[in-house]
């Protein structure tokens, strides 16, 4: 698959009762933030199902999810900056 359609910035909403636990998210979301009641990060290895099922897994009360295609640029910012992380 092209890299436009694995690669997605996924923000989502989530309800009063939701704690979250960075230490478990999988290797493949970059560039997590979580501020207030929304968490985003970039999804690598984007799978509609797949990812909504691991975020209901990591997140035990979601109210929204949005995945949005990223443009060309974005995708290797995101790269850049997470193999900057690692280094």
Known sequence: SCLSERFR?????LGT???VRKSEWP??????????SVVRFV???FQRDR???EIKRMFNDVVQVEASP???RSIFVTLAKASRRTA
């Open 27 to 36: 290797p493949y979301w970059l560039n997590a933030e979580h501020s207030g």
């Open 43 to 45: 999804d690598i290895q």
């Open 9 to 13: 910035e996924v923000e989502v909403t």
């Open 70 to 72: 990223m443009p060309l």
């Open 51 to 53: 990812t909504i099922n």
């Open 17 to 19: 009762n939701s704690s």
